[in-house]
C-alpha cells in the first residue's frame, strides 16, 4: 500500500527548497539591480596621492591597477585618481598627507620615513634581506603584515602590499669604484636602511624623489644615484648621466611598494569596498613584479648595447656593507619596537633561507651559472 504521509514530506520538502532557492535568487537579483540602482553601495570617490612621476609607467602604474580593478570591480561606483609625485604633495610626503587626512590614500615606499619609525624599513626591504618571493611570504603568511599594521596604527593608517620590484640594481656612477676607499666623500642619492650603510662606509647619502634624481647626477650635484633597475633607469635618463652601472642591489633584493589609507576613511567604507580594496592591492603587488622582470630584461640589453658599462661591487666592498648593516639593526634593536619587529623578521629569515638554499640556490647555481648566455 502506497505510503501518501510520506510521498506528502518529500513534496512538501521539494516545496520549501524550491521556494528557498527561488528567494535566494530573488535576492541576488535585487542585489545586483540594487548595486546597479547605486541604492545599495555608495558611489565612493577618493583621491590616491603617490610617491612617483607619471613617466615611470610601472611603478606608478601599482596605484593606476588599484583604481582600474577598483572601478571594474564595483561597476564604477568606487573610483580612486592616483595623482603623480608633487602634484598634490611632495613625492616624499605621502605618509603624512594621508596620516592628516588630506587625500584618503596613498601609494608609496614604507621606508621613505624612517624618521618617523626606523622599523618600517621592514615594510619595504632591508639591506641582504629578502627577495620578492620571500617578502610576499613573510608578508602574507609569516606575520609581517600584522608587524607593519602594528607600526602604521600609530598614524592612523592601515598599509597593504601594492607592488614589488623584484632585485635591484646597485645604482649608476659617474666613475668607476676603485674599492672601498672610492665611497668616501661620494655623494650617493640611496634611501632606507641602505643609505645608513653607505653612510656608514663614508658615502655623502642624499634622499631624492625619482623625479628629481636625473637633474641632480647630471649636473654634478650627485656622483651616483640608485632607483630600480634597467627599466625605470633608462626611463628617467640615468643611462644618459653616468656610464657605470652597478649590481647587486643589496640594500633591496626585494622590495615592497605600499597603499597606505586613512584609517577613519576606511572606516567609512561598506565591507565590500574594503574586500575590493584588498583584492585590487594583492593584484597590484603580482602584477608589478611580473611586469619588472619581462621588462627589466629587454631594457638591460638595450643599454648595454647603448654603451652602459655592468660592474660588480666587488666582494670587500658586499662584506663591509654586510658587517655595517648588521651592525645598524643590531643597535637599532635597543629600540623596544623595533626589535620587536626585527626578531620577528630575523626568524622567519633563517628559516626561509635555509630552505631556499636547498631548492632555488641549488637550481640557481647550476641553470645561471657560467657559460650561459649574458645580456
Request: hydrophobic letters at 40%; proline letters at 5%.
Amino acid at each position: 500500500m502506497p505510503d501518501f504521509s510520506l510521498r506528502r514530506r518529500r513534496l512538501l520538502g521539494a516545496a520549501a527548497v524550491a521556494t528557498t532557492a527561488g528567494a535566494l535568487a530573488s535576492c541576488r537579483i535585487r542585489r545586483v539591480e540594487d548595486v546597479k540602482a547605486g541604492t545599495a553601495l555608495p558611489l565612493v570617490r577618493w583621491r590616491m596621492a603617490t610617491s612617483w612621476p607619471h613617466s615611470l609607467d610601472t611603478i606608478f602604474g601599482g596605484a593606476e591597477t588599484i583604481s582600474r580593478r577598483l572601478r571594474e570591480m564595483s561597476d564604477g561606483r568606487f573610483l580612486i585618481q592616483p595623482f603623480a609625485a608633487g602634484e598634490l604633495v611632495p613625492g616624499l610626503e605621502v605618509l603624512e598627507a594621508v596620516q592628516n587626512g588630506s587625500v584618503e590614500c596613498g601609494h608609496t615606499a614604507s621606508y621613505y620615513y624612517l624618521g618617523k619609525n626606523p622599523a618600517l624599513a621592514f615594510g619595504t626591504a632591508v639591506p641582504f634581506g629578502l627577495t620578492a618571493q620571500q617578502q610576499n611570504a613573510w608578508l602574507y603568511e609569516g606575520g609581517g603584515q600584522e608587524a607593519i599594521d602594528g607600526l602604521y596604527a600609530d598614524f592612523g593608517v592601515r598599509s597593504f602590499p601594492a607592488g614589488n620590484t623584484g632585485v635591484q640594481m646597485g645604482g649608476w656612477f659617474k666613475r668607476r669604484l676603485e674599492g672601498l676607499a672610492s665611497l668616501q666623500g661620494l655623494k650617493m642619492r640611496i634611501p632606507g636602511l641602505g643609505g645608513k650603510v653607505m653612510a656608514a662606509l663614508g658615502v655623502n647619502v642624499q634622499v631624492l624623489p625619482g623625479g628629481e634624481i636625473f637633474l641632480a647626477l647630471d649636473r654634478g650635484a650627485i656622483d651616483a644615484a640608485e632607483w630600480t633597475g634597467p627599466y625605470d633607469d633608462e626611463k628617467l635618463g640615468l643611462n644618459k648621466a653616468a656610464r657605470y652601472y652597478y649590481t647587486p642591489g643589496w640594500w633591496e633584493p626585494g622590495p615592497t611598494l605600499t597603499a597606505l589609507v586613512n584609517q577613519q576613511a576606511w572606516g567609512k567604507l561598506p565591507p565590500e569596498y574594503q574586500a575590493m580594496f584588498t583584492a585590487a592591492c594583492h593584484e597590484a603587488n603580482g602584477l608589478m613584479l611580473s611586469r619588472y622582470e619581462t621588462r627589466n630584461a629587454a631594457a638591460l640589453k638595450r643599454l648595454v648595447k647603448g654603451g652602459t658599462q655592468l660592474e660588480f661591487y666587488g666582494e670587500p666592498i658586499l662584506q663591509a656593507a654586510r658587517e655595517a648593516t648588521d651592525q645598524i639593526l643590531a643597535d637599532s634593536a635597543a629600540d623596544a619596537t623595533f626589535k620587536m619587529v626585527y626578531d620577528q623578521w630575523r626568524a622567519f629569515r633563517q628559516e626561509v633561507f635555509a630552505w631556499n638554499r636547498v631548492n632555488e640556490f641549488s637550481y640557481a647555481r647550476f641553470a645561471f651559472g657560467e657559460g650561459q648566455e649574458a645580456p
